[in-house]
């Protein structure tokens, strides 16, 4: 499972940029853009950390995090702000912040800080790469994500990545249906006559743009089964 993380800024070009960065490097995102909202997300939701600004509409971060320490102790939380000065990020620390960044920053400090909380924390941090290319697609199996181009990646559940794993290990030969099905659904009681198979096969070609007529990810050999359509 990927690390969820909970996003509180006020300013959406800068959130738009965190989650961005954030989603990169294959994290959970929940986001949320003024006071009010942030509070309830920060209290209500199930999030493993808090990136958290102080300055936004309708109240002080700092007071998020109070009622977080009350509420939550043992959540993580990062301030992110521009207020940079010593008696700041020593309030911010001593409120229970677990790390204070200032903005501006990079992009490889906020992914370390936010990995540094994580491991300190014991929670889950962002699973490593598994990568397999299939068809020109990069297909991040640890992280359950598909990248089709330079936008952002598509999701996919674990029994499709489990079907995309088996069809790359046997990226030479045609996979029988019946295998596939044995592989996917052992000792599940599905039955091998519901086309469990081709569902999931067409699921995955409609989630990666994949056109069974013209197909450049996954063919159909009518009769047996399915191979990559590189093979």
Not at 21 to 27: E, H, K
Not at 63 to 87: F, K, M, S
């Amino acid at each position: 499972m990927r690390a969820h993380i909970l996003v509180v800024e006020d300013d959406p070009a800068i959130r738009s940029g965190i989650v961005e960065i954030l989603d990169l490097s294959g994290f959970q995102i929940s986001q949320a853009g003024d006071f009010p909202s942030g509070r309830r997300a920060a209290l209500g939701m199930d999030v493993d950390l808090v990136l958290l600004d102080l300055v936004m509409p309708g109240g002080d971060g700092l007071d998020i995090l109070a009622a977080l320490r009350q509420a939550r102790p043992a959540l993580p939380v990062i301030i992110l702000t521009a207020r940079g000065a010593e008696h700041d990020r020593v309030k911010g620390l001593k409120g229970g912040a677990d790390d204070y960044v200032v903005k501006p920053f990079g992009a490889d400090e906020l992914v370390a800080r936010v990995e540094a909380v994580l491991r300190r924390s014991g929670a889950k941090a962002a699973p490593a790469p598994e990568l397999i290319t299939l068809g020109g697609i990069e297909v991040d199996l640890g992280r359950r994500q598909a990248r089709t181009g330079a936008g952002p990646g598509v999701e996919l559940t674990e029994q499709e990545c489990d079907l995309l794993k088996l069809l790359s290990e046997r990226r030479d030969r045609v996979v029988p249906r019946e295998e596939l099905h044995s592989l996917l659904w052992k000792n599940q009681g599905v039955d091998l006559n519901s086309r469990a198979v081709d569902m999931l096969v067409a699921r995955v070609r409609e989630k990666l743009g994949d056109d069974a007529r013209h197909p450049k990810l996954i063919a159909t050999v009518r009769g047996l089964g399915y191979r990559l359509a590189e093979a």
